[in-house]
């Protein structure tokens, strides 16, 4: 037996196809840029937002970034290996530890981020920046929307 479904309800699952399909294809490329780089995408995208915000409170990264607070410590213990970041102790809360960028790892990304930033400019490619201004709004009003049911 075949579901009948209204216009507004195939309407709802053709753009949910195509914004999957479109962010598997736009994730794809960048994860591939972002791994030339000898960094996971989690470790690129912890040092980008470090590089592009500053110190952060550890508990805060995952918000910016969508991972789980176990990837967290395991990538920034990686990339606190590698010399690219270092834990800071917050000197009014000792509960809280900050996540800084090092030298070094600004230095890795003052060479590769615009690189990437170019990278990513080319991906959307494809639309005009009124559009890509008109998709970043409608983008936010549905996650919005979603969060609220």
């Given at each position: 037996m075949q579901?009948?479904?209204?216009?507004?309800?195939?309407?709802?699952l053709k753009l949910f196809v195509?914004?999957?399909k479109a962010y598997k294809t736009v994730m794809d490329r960048a994860v591939k840029d972002m791994k030339q780089y000898d960094l996971s995408p989690s470790e690129?995208?912890?040092?980008?937002?470090?590089?592009?915000?500053?110190?952060?409170p550890l508990q805060q990264i995952g918000e910016k970034i969508l991972i789980t607070s176990g990837s967290i410590t395991y990538n920034v213990d990686k990339l606190e290996s590698k010399g690219l970041l270092k834990r800071v102790p917050c000197a009014d809360d000792?509960?809280?530890?900050?996540?800084?960028?090092?030298?070094a790892g600004t230095g890795l990304f003052d060479r590769i981020f615009p690189e990437h930033a170019?990278?990513?400019?080319?991906?959307?490619k494809a639309l005009s920046p009124d559009e890509k201004h008109?998709?970043?709004?409608?983008?936010?009003?549905?996650?919005?929307?979603?969060?609220?049911?």
């Open positions: 579901v009948k479904l209204d216009d507004a309800q195939a309407d709802s195509v914004l999957s690129f995208t912890i040092l980008e937002v470090l590089y592009t915000k500053g110190k952060i000792r509960r809280v530890i900050y996540a800084e960028i090092t030298a170019a990278t990513i400019h080319s991906l959307m008109n998709a970043t709004e409608l983008l936010k009003k549905l996650g919005k929307g979603a969060e609220e049911q």
